[in-house]
């Protein structure tokens, strides 16, 4: 037959495992150096950055002053162009009043040249003025045939129309009169 001890043999506990204890001071310490690190490349990062910031402020205010500078100069480049094209207009202006005189300086001067033309010896000429086309001429003479030949001269011409002889007087030096007509190119 079998024995069977249902009871079972004492057997000696195990010892359970006391539990190991870490160092306390090396733990520590590495704490610290590891927070001190920390710390370390922090600020080092941070004076890298503020390196930075005012290397780039620097620079900022660098190019101030320059595109300061520069615009102090176009600023009197501007005035100089602006007094250049002041002076372009003031000589535009002057060129356009030259071209208009010239252009109207024909008529006047072929005005002239008849008058001159049928100017019979023994008159002259006081005043004569001109509105558009309508000539009004004031002289003196010494006879009243001077007179009458100018008239008659100026009607046969073919650039004076509508001669009306207007007042005449005797005067010490002669006789005075007053002349008006019309210019018409023939």
């Known amino acids: 037959m079998i024995r069977i001890n249902l009871l079972g043999e004492k057997k000696a506990p195990k010892a359970k495992a006391a539990p190991t204890a870490l160092p306390l001071e090396g733990t520590a310490a590495s704490q610290n150096l590891l927070l001190g690190g920390i710390v370390l490349v922090g600020l080092l990062v941070y004076a890298g950055w503020w390196w930075a910031a005012s ?81 009004s001429i004031t002289g003196k003479a010494t006879t009243y045939t001077a007179v009458s030949n100018f008239y008659d001269n100026l009607n046969r011409s073919g650039y004076f129309s509508d001669v009306v002889l207007g007042k005449t007087a005797e005067v010490p030096e002669g006789v005075s009169f007053i002349l008006s007509c019309r210019f018409q190119t023939p």
């Open 55 to 135: 290397h780039q402020i620097r620079t900022l205010e660098h190019r101030k002053v320059e595109a300061q500078r520069e615009l102090e100069r176009l600023a009197e480049i501007r005035k100089k162009a602006e007094e250049f094209k002041k002076q372009k207009a003031l000589l535009e202006k002057k060129i356009t009043l030259i071209s208009d005189l010239k252009k109207k300086q024909s008529v006047p001067v072929h005005i002239l040249d008849q008058i001159s033309k049928n100017l019979p010896d023994f008159l002259w000429l006081d005043s004569m003025s001109a509105a558009a086309n309508q000539i």
